[in-house]
């Protein structure tokens, strides 16, 4: 069943913090983090794993609450250049080895 | 290092003719997944391809087919194309990750295909 992202779309200024969810209806091992610019492929951001730390670079973040089944995105003092859709792709045990894809967040940042 | 590549960039087709998208990996990688997503939608699994075999596909019809040849790279075929296959397909190469069920994934800049 495909993760819910929230929230569904959001506006920022430059310098601004925003917090991405993605929550599942299962039990995670994990979730990786995507970021598509318009035009243009996802790039990988982070995994986190099950049992794993709260992953990050630059300003942004994430972490992972097994209990909740649940994974945030944290982007502090937002750039310019972190405008896009952010996808949250999860797996569990009985996915398959696959990763079962959010609709994904739509940031804008405004300068 | 060399990304995923895709080809054609763009592909411009008729109702009912068949397109075939081709998937370079990444050096090294085994695996190659498919991704179709239409415009403004999320990502919508296609086929897994491993070691030259496919592994698992997604909720799409027979006509969506592919295949991994010995070098890794692979193949995606579209029959008998309907409107509503208008999408950018995505193509994506993994690697194996300690700790991870499932690889993490690099994307190829995508095929957009069109159909009149």
């Known amino acids: 069943q495909q993760p819910v992202q929230s929230p569904q779309a959001v506006i920022l200024r430059e310098g601004e913090d925003a917090v991405i969810n993605c929550s599942s209806s299962?039990?995670?091992?994990?979730v990786h983090w995507y970021r598509q610019k318009h035009g243009e492929a996802p790039v990988f951001l982070m995994i986190?794993?099950?049992g794993g730390e709260q992953k990050g670079h630059d300003k942004i973040s994430a972490s992972f609450n097994e209990k909740k089944q649940q994974s945030s995105l944290y982007l502090t003092a937002s750039q310019l250049s972190y405008s896009g859709t952010y996808f949250c792709?999860?797996?569990?045990?009985?996915?398959?080895?696959?990763?079962?894809w959010g609709a994904g967040t739509k940031l804008i940042i405004k300068p | 290092e060399a990304g995923v590549t895709q080809s054609p960039t763009h592909l411009i087709k008729t109702r009912g003719q068949q397109a075939t998208l081709r998937c370079s990996p990444i050096?090294?990688?085994?695996?190659v997944y498919w991704y179709q997503q239409a415009l403004g939608l999320g990502l919508q699994f296609l086929l897994w391809?491993?070691?030259?075999?496919?592994?698992n596909r997604g909720n799409f019809p027979p006509r969506f087919s592919g295949r991994q040849f010995p070098n890794y790279s692979s193949e995606l075929n579209v029959n008998a194309l309907e409107l509503e296959d208008s999408a950018l397909y995505l193509c994506a190469s993994s690697s194996f990750g300690v700790g991870q069920l499932t690889d993490t994934q690099y994307f190829g800049p995508g095929t957009r295909l069109t159909v009149l």
């Open positions: 299962k039990a995670l091992y994990s």
């Open positions: 792709g999860t797996e569990s045990m009985d996915s398959n080895y696959q990763l079962i």
């Open positions: 050096s090294g990688h085994t695996s």
């Open positions: 391809y491993d070691e030259g075999e496919e592994r």
């Open positions: 986190l794993l099950k």
